[in-house]
């Protein structure tokens, strides 16, 4: 009897425990819910409605609209006066380092409010991540719903990779030089159980918390975080930035018939980093618009600014504010050739 008082008093304890903690976390606004849930036809895609809080290199504050993404509440119906951008990409798009009004997407909003007649309407469908291959198939899902006037792809070298097939995700695949999209996904043991674990990362702070240290403990930051100055081994500055295998010499064939599927017309590439010569030749070969602002990047950096560097943190790793302003401003100055 005294065991199972004993177990009854401990469960009690700790039950107690999680629950004060849960509500210290919350009201505290130390940590927020999950952003993201799973869907059998996006794989990952973004809670509606979501207030959202992180501590990264910088401190962000804000949330997801209604309709499932980044920004204003942009309904798929649109009026005949706006004129809208839909922005695809990584982490560096999704923008959890900082407010809203320091995003290049309000930015290009405001500037472009200036010179085109029209309500500009700037949705960030940014997802961490992403690579070209997400970013087609996210397109093809869900933000072409939008019907936006301009798509700009944020990548880099290694997101034009189309060998990194996940286990959680849609990915394309070529049938008879036919581009197609597998949703095998949905079978994987690792969606299925991240999808009947949701509720739990939708609902409990701690658990989000607990995800957030198992996934840096997978990256190597255990022991960088432990000893912090004191550690002896190289600290990984954004796992977005790590070395991927690519080829360098070649785009791969359903690398190209990505390229060809999406609207010629409306998409630009914007670069996160220069690639080589003959990569950029051959996406002008297939008709892309290419958007680099990494020139006047450096320029940045050479005055004294490093676009990657956090004061605050004393961090390096995605856009700061100052280059979400150079960003934003080649973005507009490319988008008024064109438009």
Not at 37 to 65: A, C, H, Q, S
Not at 119 to 146: A, R
Not at 201 to 221: D, Q, S
Not at 298 to 317: C, R
Request: charged share 25%; proline share 4%.
């Amino acid at each position: 009897m005294k065991k199972v008082n004993l177990i009854l008093q401990f469960t009690f304890g700790f039950i107690l425990t999680l629950s004060i903690l849960e509500l210290y976390l919350r009201f505290a606004e130390i940590e927020s819910l999950s952003a993201h849930t799973y869907d059998l036809t996006l794989g990952t895609k973004v809670v509606p409605d979501r207030k959202l809080i992180f501590f990264n290199e910088g401190f962000y504050m804000g949330n997801t609209n209604k309709y499932g993404y980044f920004g204003p509440n942009y309904p798929p119906q649109r009026s005949n006066n706006s004129f809208r951008i839909a922005l695809l990409g990584d982490s560096y798009v999704e923008g959890f380092q900082l407010f809203d009004r320091n995003h290049f997407r309000s930015l290009i909003e405001k500037k472009l409010d200036k010179v085109l007649d029209k309500d500009v309407e700037v949705m960030n469908f940014g997802m961490s991540g992403f690579s070209l291959e997400d970013e087609y198939c996210y397109y093809t899902n869900f933000v072409h719903k939008f019907d936006p006037d301009v798509l700009l792809f944020f990548l880099s070298l290694s997101d034009l990779n189309t060998n990194r097939k996940s286990s959680d995700k849609p990915y394309c695949y070529l049938e008879n030089d036919s581009l197609k999209i597998s949703y095998n996904f949905r079978n994987s043991d690792s969606f299925l159980f991240k999808e009947k674990t949701s509720f739990l990362r939708g609902k409990v702070t701690i658990f989000k918390t607990l995800n957030n240290c198992m996934e840096l403990v997978k990256e190597g930051m255990l022991l960088p975080i432990l000893f912090d100055k004191l550690y002896w081994g190289n600290k990984r500055e954004n796992k977005e930035d790590a070395d991927i295998k690519v080829n360098n010499s070649s785009l791969s064939k359903e690398t190209i018939a990505i390229i060809n599927a999406l609207p010629k017309e409306k998409t630009y590439f914007v670069l996160k980093e220069n690639l080589p010569d003959n990569i950029i030749n051959s996406l002008l070969q297939l008709g892309v618009k290419i958007i680099n602002p990494n020139p006047s990047l450096e320029t940045l950096k050479k005055n004294g600014i490093d676009p990657k560097f956090w004061k605050a943190t004393n961090k390096n790793g995605h856009w700061n504010a100052a280059a979400h302003a150079v960003v934003s401003d080649v973005i507009v100055n490319e988008l008024k050739i064109y438009l």
